[in-house]
């Protein structure tokens, strides 16, 4: 299975500011997705990042808040816009892995002040 | 969105004991998988079963499926100390899709 190099692990980051989480994979993989874990929760699914299109976005989340980039088959960024304490998570990214389980990146804490 | 409830929510046990957590699901689905979570760190991948499967063992891990409930279990025998973590299931429906996760269990093992 894919290994992934998720950056930064953690940051504290100002209200109104922006912070762009990067995730490096170690192979090539199709798609990419991105998570939202907020304090004590569950996961939630944001969006799924192919190489050469646009992302496609779940229910409640939305491009101009969660620009995503896919420039080639082993990279993704998640940025997380004009943030407030409600965007204080963890964002994780994933690879694909239908057949033996998906790989997840080591998380990024984010905490919003 | 969130497909399914786990229980316990939190679940607490002596070191040596075995584990069982449960999952639900609302939805069909191609494969059922186990994540756990070390202290709000990155997902590790446990074990994957199919739809077409209703048992599945992994070392210490023995996971069941029954798609007529909708429903699956994760047991941990001979738990220890470091089986503490939260405890994720997360099913995969298909194509694109990403995973959709249950609410998770936090099993703590005392020693």
């Known amino acids: 299975s894919a290994v992934i190099s998720q950056k930064p692990s953690r940051d504290i980051c100002q209200r109104g500011t922006s912070l762009t989480i990067q995730c490096q994979v170690d192979?090539?993989?199709?798609?990419m997705f991105w998570y939202r874990q907020q304090p004590g929760q569950s996961l939630t699914l944001i969006a799924t990042a192919n190489q050469g299109s646009e992302a496609t976005y779940e229910s409640g989340f939305v491009i101009d808040k969660f620009p995503i980039s896919r420039p080639n088959l082993t990279f993704s960024t998640l940025t997380v816009s004009n943030m407030s304490p409600e965007d204080s998570s963890i964002y994780l990214c994933?690879?694909?892995?239908?057949?033996?389980?998906?790989?997840f990146g080591s998380g990024t804490r984010l905490t919003v002040v | 969105s969130q497909q399914g409830e786990e229980d316990p929510q939190a679940l607490s046990i002596q070191e040596g004991e075995n584990a069982t957590m449960n999952c639900s699901y609302k939805?069909?689905?191609?494969?059922l998988q186990w994540y756990r979570q070390n202290s709000g760190r990155g997902l590790v991948h446990l074990i994957l079963i199919r739809s077409n499967e209703r048992e599945k063992h992994s070392g210490r891990l023995r996971v069941t499926l029954d798609t007529s409930k909708k429903s699956s279990s994760l047991l941990i025998t001979a738990s220890r100390a470091a089986d503490t973590a939260s405890y994720f299931c997360?099913?995969?429906?298909?194509?694109?899709?990403?995973?959709?996760f249950g609410k998770g269990t936090h099993l703590i093992i005392q020693p």
């Open positions: 192979s090539q993989v199709t798609m």
């Open positions: 994933s690879t694909e892995g239908v057949n033996y389980g998906y790989t």
């Open positions: 939805t069909s689905i191609n494969n």
């Open positions: 997360a099913t995969f429906r298909g194509g694109a899709d990403g995973l959709t």
